[in-house]
């Protein structure tokens, strides 16, 4: 089945040899408020659909339920917007079965850490070649500013008016520590070049990549991360010719910390550490197995699949 | 037990009397032990014999709660009941007519339990009535008292004793010694037994082939010896090549047959064996059996893959079918073709796990919030368990629909021949309509007459949609406004409309003309409410059974037939409320849920006769239930 | 030749992406004659296929007729079209029924190995075209006009990219000497599988040249490796060598430089007679391609674990090159 509609897409093309363009990805005008941060992450997605010159009808995005999970309804791909939390399954059964296509996951904060979170765990460990993207802005928005296990502690919101109870639930040392996670990476929606490059590493990565994307919400968190914004000290990048380097922001983020990623140790250490926040490729194995692989089948054809079913069936024969 | 009366008193004493042959249709045989002491083994193998010999049989496991429970506790009970017949036999019957049992704990449980026929034969361990435990010594008399009550042929049998002249450890022997008195009784061929032994033991040693046959001989010599009677269950010819298995094997190798390639699950009593059977064969057919993290990811992946165009099943119980839920709405929703089993057990909640109930139908059928029309079926036999997957696979693609297929823990654990099936590669075609799309298709180009629509798959170029739970328009678009609720919703809906067009009447089992009573029935409870029919016809009473397959849409033409019966009765294993309880009136009782479904779409009184026992229902207490609604006045 | 027990071998190795090709035919086969059945048949035969279809369970509940009717059978039967479709069918069967012939293939004598490679593949292309063909055809869009060409055997240099991707896997049986690196790298595109079974006289390490950084390349002599062929997402060249040859495996998953995808297991001596076209020069090019290939650079010290250098210290590289140099009578930078 995929044979055919890998070769029909060449003659739906009429032969043609034209590069995609950003625009051959455009879906439906997007509705996001304005000075949201998925509209910067929808064109980091284009330019990077691009650049690898992905055929739309070969690559599909999956989202759970929020305001980043309209996200597949924004572009000219396949799309399958599901249910709160269930995005990785979904995006699990496509790749396992279609290893072909291209499948990359968007989920919110709420969605991917609180009620996704056994999802994400497990989807980590099978190492399922996926991009997933957590578009992380600390708060439930789509539901009106509702608190969300990556809400700073003491944050009013709708559930919790007199400040949040907890700790805020840090994603990246949860992904770092489960067994078999292969690529953990953190950018940020105000630093385009570093967004980009690091989707892309994502997206190059064989294996389930996991990149959180702080975010800003216009509406309910438009604060969270402004000090950052304003003062580039605060960050640090994570460098490495097996991460990502981006060279045109480094005269603005002067501190670069070299981070072999391979390293795991020290990925959590900086995940772990509080004095600036770290953007970059904290961890990527690509030696890590894949489930998709592992459980590989030899394909067999009707005719076979019954010759060998009368040899069970002799099993049980009377 | 009508059949075998008489038997007990037609059986010789243990003295040199030749053996007494007795002749009968049917007999109904036990074999329990503790936990562990292979009774299982004993009684598969002298299943599989007896039906290779051309007997109808239906074996149903006693199995304990636990993995390891306690030694000699009646709540450790564990072995296999199988009903032997001369001709096909479709349940597993009333009570029990012979038992081996391998310590009177065991027994005395199936005493309690009302598992035993009053008359009936009982060959016991007797290694506990000299133990060196005085414990065990009054345990013992305390239960040979209590068996006391009744008429039961107690046969003391020195196993024991016996195994030890023969291997070490008796507690791994004894039911093959078993195996071999049953052989001897019931005189089963003894090359078929050897046969099936080496079956049964493909994965052992030579020596422990040797080890087992040489204790089957010994039990059949000892039998031989000190058993003084024959029971002939004559075999009838096999005109047809029949295989036999479980409900569970066969729903695994109907999915193989229909093409599935795909089994995502979650480990769950009693529908785990069927992912059992499939990991263990499912890669040499190109499938894959996924372990997923929850029920909830099991039904999540299996609508991933069904979405990227392969055939994809999801298999669980009523607790898992519960967290299901939101995505099977999902499903639905974005008419995604998908294959659901439930095989059902007893709830609420944890309810009884190993044990047969169908108490899952309205859940099944009702269980999604929002309107969230599917289909469900519910086979029969062990035998429709095998050919409902591919008419499931066939509905779900043709329809873009959730199909849900409703089997029990009876069907699940059941073994009974059937015939062997002849396949069809049609059956394993690539789903249908993956012809490439063209600039103009939809995702939901629903036909308005119909509400039907081609299915698009990624990698058709041409079809870049994104599919939504939210309510959306033929191409996909969210729904802002009214109207296209309303309009998806009945498009969605029609299609159960347009299912039930092409489905036909189901058929009266009796009499197609009316009479007194109808007794509507589903899934396993099949067999015995027909043997219960037959009984009572038998002795001229005006009754019928109806038994549906089909139970969203219910199968057409269902009204009138009701209508044509004096009174109907839906006979099931789940609760209602017994009309004449404390106060149940006629307004608050609860009734079945196959009553409940009958009386909302037919408006005919139909009532309801359940019960909820933890295990099949027996024909003996459906013949009650009937003559009471009969000639009685009949209860609401 | 095709007797060689090493085809057994090598087809086994192969047995997944062989498999993948031939149930792609196989079920545009059963799509494509399902739907010449569809347009062909009475209603009665359309009910009764869908009475087969439904299944036993169905029996007696589904009224087949009727259930038939809910979906016309799609695209158009207009007669052009429908011929057109039958001879895609017959193609697809023809190829079907080819068995493992249509994975072997022997350079003859008189024959170049490019020009067998691409007749081999030439027949594989003709079953990609008729299953576009077919699908075209379902689909309702056949333009005899435009898709007329499309049941010709189709050389490799015309196949596109998703035809490059599905490219079957082909065993090819030769003489050492009829072994031109030059003639294969054509192939090294998509996931193009071609596994060389090389008999009699043989340079020592002719795949060398085939080596790119994303084009798996092995010799082997045994098979030992062969495993790891059908499991690469990409082009591989592999050769079953005689004895004596070099064996090496070159797997672009090994990392970004030479060195780290390169390992070499016994390295030959270039022989100093001409192999028929194949000049004592070449044949030394050869090893010494490959062994520059394995150098490690010295700024990267030895370590255990991740990033070993393939082929261990960098004094054995250094000796075994100066040695095969020696070896060749040529002086080092030649």
Known sequence: MSLSCELLHVIQRKGS?????????????????????????????????????????????????????????????????????????????????????????????????????????????????????????????????????????????????????????????????????????????????????????????????????????????????????????????????????????????????????????????????????????????????????????????????????????????? | MTISAGTTSAVAPQTGAPPAHLRVREHTIEIVSDSGEGAQKCGQIFAAVSAKMGNGIWTVEIIPAEVQPPPRVPEGASGNRIRVGAGPVTNWGDQTDLVVAFNEQALLARHRVGALAPDAILLIEEMWATSQDPAIVAAWEAAMEELSTREYRIIPVPMQEQCLTLVENPRKGKNMFALGMLAYIYDRDMERIRDQIATAFRKKSEAVYDSNVSLVNLGYQWAQEHIGFRIDVPPAPIDTPLVVMNGNEAIGMGAIAAGFELCAMYPITPATSVSHYLSEVFERFGGVVHQAEDEIAAAGVAIGASYAGKVALTITSGPGLALKTEFLGLAIMTETPLVVVDVQRGGPSTGLPTKVEQSDL??????????????????????????????????????????????????????????????????????????????????????????????????????????????????????????????????????????????????????????????????????????????????????????????????????????????????????????????????????????????????????????????????????????????????? | MLSDPRVAVALDALAQPIAEFRAAVEGALTQASGFLDAHHASPAIRASRAAFELGEFATGRIDAGRFATLFPPLGSGDPASLAMLDRAVQTLEAVNGEASDLFVTEVTEGRKLGATIDAALARAGQAFGAIVLAELIRAGRYDAATHDRLLDPAEFRTWNRAERRFAPPLVIVLRGADLHSGALTDFADGRAKLVLVVSGPCAPAPLARCITPGTFVMQTVDGAGLDQVASFDGPAIVAMVPEGCTTFTHDPRGGAEGWQRLSIGTNAVAPKAPIDGISVWQMAEDVRLLTDLARTPFSVPARDGTGTPAIGAEDAVDRVTQWLLGQTGLQDGA
């Open chain 2, 362 to 636: 309205l859940a099944a059928l009702f269980g999604q919030p929002g309107d969230a029309p599917h289909v469900i079926v519910a086979p029969a036999t062990i035998e429709e368990c095998f050919h409902v997957m591919i008419t499931a696979r066939r509905i779900a693609e043709t329809f873009r629909a959730v199909v849900m297929v409703l089997t029990d823990a009876n069907l699940a654990t059941g073994v009974a021949p059937y015939p062997r099936p002849t396949l069809d590669s049609q059956w394993q075609a690539a789903p249908i309509d993956l012809a490439p799309v063209g600039d103009s298709d939809l995702p939901y180009a629903w036909e308005e007459e119909t509400g039907l629509s081609r299915r698009i798959v990624p990698g058709q170029p041409g079809g870049m949609f994104t599919l939504t739970g939210l309510s959306h328009d033929e191409r996909s678009k969210v729904a802002y406004s009214s109207g296209i609720h309303q309009h998806s919703s009945a498009m969605r809906s029609r299609k159960l409309a347009v299912l039930q067009s092409v489905l036909t009447p189901p058929v009266v089992y009796g009499d197609e003309e009316g009479g007194d009573l109808l007794v509507v029935g589903w899934g396993s409870t099949k067999g015995a409410i027909e043997e219960a029919v037959d009984r009572v016809r038998a002795d001229g009473l005006k009754v019928s059974s109806l038994h549906l397959r089909f139970l969203s849409p219910l199968e057409p033409g269902i009204k009138a037939i009701l209508q044509r019966f004096t009174k109907v009765v839906a006979v099931e294993i789940n609760y209602s409320d017994d009309p004449d309880a404390p106060y149940i009136t006629e307004e608050n009782r609860r009734r079945g849920q196959m009553a409940m479904l009958l009386r909302s779409s037919t408006l005919v009184d139909v009532d309801s006769w359940t019960r909820v026992p933890g295990e099949p229902l027996r024909p003996g207490s459906i013949v009650t239930a009937i003559r009471e609604r009969v000639l009685s006045g009949g209860a609401a």
């Open chain 1, 17 to 318: 040899d034209e590069p995609y363009g950003m625009d051959s990805y455009e879906g439906a005008r997007a509705r996001w408020c304005a000075g949201c941060g998925d509209h910067g992450i929808l064109t980091a997605v284009q330019r990077l659909l691009a650049a690898e010159q992905l055929v739309p009808e070969q690559t599909v995005f999956v989202s759970g339920i929020g305001c980043s999970s309209r996200f597949p309804h924004y572009l000219k791909t396949y799309g399958f917007h599901g249910i709160h939390g269930r995005a990785l399954p979904v995006s699990t059964g496509i790749k396992l079965h279609r290893p072909e296509l291209s499948v990359f996951t968007v989920m919110g904060d709420g969605d991917c850490t609180s009620i996704g979170a056994a999802h994400w765990i497990h989807a980590l460990r099978y190492n399922v070649d996926l991009t997933v993207m957590m578009l992380d802005n600390a708060i439930y928005g789509l539901t009106k500013k509702q608190t969300s296990p990556t809400t700073p502690q003491g944050t009013v919101s709708n559930t919790q008016p007199r400040g949040s109870y907890l700790p805020a639930m840090n994603p990246l040392s949860v992904s770092l520590g489960v067994t078999n996670a292969s690529f953990v990476a953190q950018t940020a929606e105000w630093v385009p070049a570093h967004l980009y490059a690091t989707l892309r590493a994502a997206y190059q990565h064989k294996g389930t990549s996991f990149v959180r994307i702080l975010q800003r919400c216009p509406v309910f968190t438009p604060e969270i991360f402004a000090s950052a914004v304003r003062d580039p000290s605060q960050i640090a990048l994570l460098v490495h010719d097996d991460g990502v380097i981006v060279p045109e922001i480094e005269k603005i983020y002067k501190t670069q910390i070299h981070h072999d990623p391979r390293d795991l140790a020290a990925a959590r250490h900086y995940a772990e550490s509080d004095d600036r926040i770290h953007l970059g490729v904290f961890f990527r194995d690509p030696s890590r197995p894949r489930y998709e692989e592992t459980r590989r089948t030899t394909p067999r054809t009707p005719t076979e699949r019954n010759t060998r079913l009368e040899e069970e069936f002799d099993k049980y024969a009377v």
